[in-house]
């Protein structure tokens, strides 16, 4: 089986991870991966924030848990959030992002490096607080949040994955 079928099939969500930072070269590499998902038209919707500043981290954390009713850490304490937002003046801004999530976690897999898709990115940037973040970056457009991809050291063993359902394939031969 080739590497890249091989990551597809055993990449899984991970949903506790140790504190110690992700090397910026690693980071870096994942991110690197994001930027060549196909996007429609290569009109490259999406761009991506990559935030290893605590401060910066927790408050994202906060917003999402706010956004969940929460006020437990839905990032499960990864120390690195690739916030994906994509130009929602292009038509197929949310399906270039969801591209973008996807190259993200196959890459931090294959670097050993786990990583899960956490929603609710939508809600935070279309919020004052949101927005104010994107101003304080020097991000100006209308970007919706597609995404929130944790990155961090797993501290559990990987999940099993389960069966395949039954009726997921159909051939029309």
């Known amino acids: 089986m080739s590497k890249v079928l091989e990551n597809i099939i055993t990449r899984r969500s991970i949903k506790k991870y140790k504190p110690d930072m992700v090397p910026k070269d690693i980071i870096e590499k994942i991110v690197e991966a994001g930027t060549y998902a196909a996007t429609g038209m290569n009109k490259q919707s999406p761009i991506i924030l990559a935030v290893t500043n605590k401060e910066l981290r927790d408050k994202l954390s906060k917003m999402n848990a706010q956004v969940m009713g929460s006020n437990i850490d839905p990032f499960y304490g990864a120390p690195v959030v690739l916030v994906v937002l994509a130009d929602k003046n292009v038509g197929t801004h949310v399906y270039d992002g969801s591209l973008v999530m996807g ?42 949040g597609i995404g929130n991809c944790v990155l961090g050291y797993a501290d559990v063993e990987p999940p099993k994955a389960g069966p395949r359902k039954e009726g997921y394939v159909y051939f029309v031969e």
């Open 103 to 144: 190259n993200l976690m196959l890459a931090a897999h294959d670097l050993g490096i786990g990583s899960c898709w956490i929603h609710r990115a939508k809600e935070m940037f279309e919020s004052e607080e949101g927005k104010e973040i994107l101003k304080s970056l020097g991000i100006e457009g209308e970007y919706e």
